[in-house]
């Protein structure tokens, strides 16, 4: 505990900084109580919020150098520590946190110290969504975060794309967000759009976590009656292929899922039963 407070402390301190937030986030593990320990002691969050304002002005430019941008990952370790913790994580959206990671997540630029800002922020509306509320919905909804998760999801690599898609996943399965991806057809299909195109980028580069989440989120659309009703003549063709899917076979959650999606666009299943 000591040694978090003094790691805390130094924070305010430039000369100490960097590598208070070198240590604290690879060691945030470890420091149960250091979400609330940072949101609570005195200037600690401003001290965060400057770092990442500070960056802003690389957002355009690309000028961003990558010992800037692992400086920043650290800083979006720490806040996805608090949007995490039970104590903290509706404090920290009542202060509208999560808006100033919006800026990141709309960069567009393929240099690797960008995607890491996308990432790093995709990690921390992760953590809130993990332990799905209504509460953090009505937040992050109104918000559009559902098109910046698309656009990190279409355009960058695997871990974003997976991070993206859990997002998206966890705002499926509570109903207002299933609503606002199927109030109209335009919203859907520029979700479908994206899921067919991580889908077709899997023959290449498989990624049965990717997959699972992708499966996962078909399986809770096909449960809205208008997109169940877009699904039964969109419906990719690589997931009425067994030979793609029987990796997943083993994945008990998942094949439920498939077997749901297939049941609820009433589609054949006797193709899910593994030959052998």
Known sequence: MASMERLVIELSNPDLREN????????MTSFQELAPLLWNSFGTITI??????SIYPTLSSENLTPTQSTRMCDVLALLM??????????????????????PFLQTTSELTQYEWLRLGSLGVIGALVKVN???VMS???????????LGCMENDKEPSKSVGTFIIQKMLLDNAGLAYVCDTAEQFFTVARV????????KNQHSPRLLKLIIRCYSRLSEHSRARDALTSCLPNMLKDFNFINCLYEDSTTWRCIKKLYENLGMNQASLVPSG
């Open 48 to 53: 965060l919020v400057q770092e990442i304002i």
């Open 195 to 202: 899921f067919d195109m991580m889908l077709s980028s899997l």
């Open 81 to 102: 520590c608090v949007a995490s913790h039970p104590t903290t994580k509706m404090s920290f959206l009542n202060a509208n946190m999560h808006l100033y990671l919006y």
């Open 139 to 149: 937040f992050l909804l109104p918000n559009e975060i559902i098109p910046l998760c």
């Open 133 to 135: 509320t209504k509460e």
């Open 20 to 27: 208070a937030l070198r240590v604290l986030s690879k060691k």
